[in-house]
């Protein structure tokens, strides 16, 4: 099992169900270079950037292929890119409120002008921004062991920047899957969060954020039917950032059971 964070997100904020998954098997927390704890690059990066890396990493660990990846958000283009490239290699894909390469073409103009702004460099934050900021990781991660906690909220605060600078890769990364090649026949399950998130459509309107949501329902639902074992599960009362904290059953109950379908 390997977790592969979503843009700004690092490997320790899955730390809740990598514990809970750990019991059963080999579970992996993936920090990718320019990343958490990994050693400095310049982003973004590509895709077959990324996954020649955690490929690398995977064998030079001894980490035994096939492998069951979970991506969240853009994590999810980069499992579904690894997929592409080393089918051997891949058991089956979690899928978390993955970003999708067609979101471009789908999304109304207003929409997408609206998310290009959340990837523009912002200013430097003063204290209380960095405070509130700060602050918006204490409930979440709440259940963390201290010594951990305190480290992840103190990386978070201190890198803020890392979300915009690999989303600014995003249409990239999404022409290499689109044109990447066909996926493995492996079983695939695609979790949408339809709750509202700050972090992903906070300065839209009611009317575009449900929008975006309707268009990001439909394009992973497509995504799971595309897959001749997918499945496509809803959350409602999940965000997109912070679905595994929210709902970390949903998640356990689709690596639990990708896990049973593959006799792992």
């Known amino acids: 099992m390997v977790f592969v964070p ?3 997100m690092v490997g320790f904020d899955y730390l ?7 019991e059963r098997t080999t579970s992996v927390l993936y920090d990718r270079a320019g990343t ?25 660990a001894g980490v035994p292929a096939p492998y069951i990846l979970v991506g969240h958000s853009m994590g999810g283009s980069y499992v579904r890119r ?25 999304m109304s103009k207003q929409v997408l002008e ?3 702004r959340l990837n523009d460099q912002p200013p430097e934050p003063t204290e209380e921004e960095l405070r509130q900021f700060r602050g918006l990781f204490v409930p979440r991660l709440a259940q963390w062991p201290e010594a ?53 459509t906070g300065q839209l309107s009611e ?12 394009l ?22 912070w679905l595994h904290v929210e709902r970390p059953d949903a998640v356990h109950r689709a690596i639990t059971d990708l896990l049973d379908s593959v006799g792992g």
């Open 6 to 8: 979503g843009a700004g």
């Open 16 to 22: 809740n169900v990598h514990d809970q998954v750990s």
């Open 36 to 60: 958490g704890w990994s050693d400095p690059v310049p982003l973004p990066r590509t895709g077959a950037e990324v996954t020649d890396e955690l490929r690398e990493l995977l064998h030079s």
């Open 82 to 106: 690894y997929a592409q490239r080393f089918p051997a290699e891949v058991a089956g894909l979690l899928l978390l409120d993955p970003t999708h390469e067609d979101s471009v073409t789908r």
């Open 114 to 116: 609206m998310l290009e």
């Open 148 to 200: 951990v906690r305190e480290a992840l909220i103190a990386h978070h605060v201190a890198h803020w920047r890392t979300g915009a600078r690999e989303g600014a890769g995003l249409v990239q990364l999404g022409e290499e899957v689109r044109h990447g090649g066909d996926a493995p026949d492996v079983p695939v399950i695609v979790l949408t969060a339809m709750g509202r998130d700050p972090s992903q």
């Open 207 to 218: 009317e575009l954020a449900r929008e975006f949501r309707d268009v990001k329902y439909a």
């Open 220 to 241: 992973h639902a497509e995504l799971a039917a595309a897959a001749p074992r997918g499945e496509h599960r809803v959350l409602d009362d999940a965000g997109h950032a």
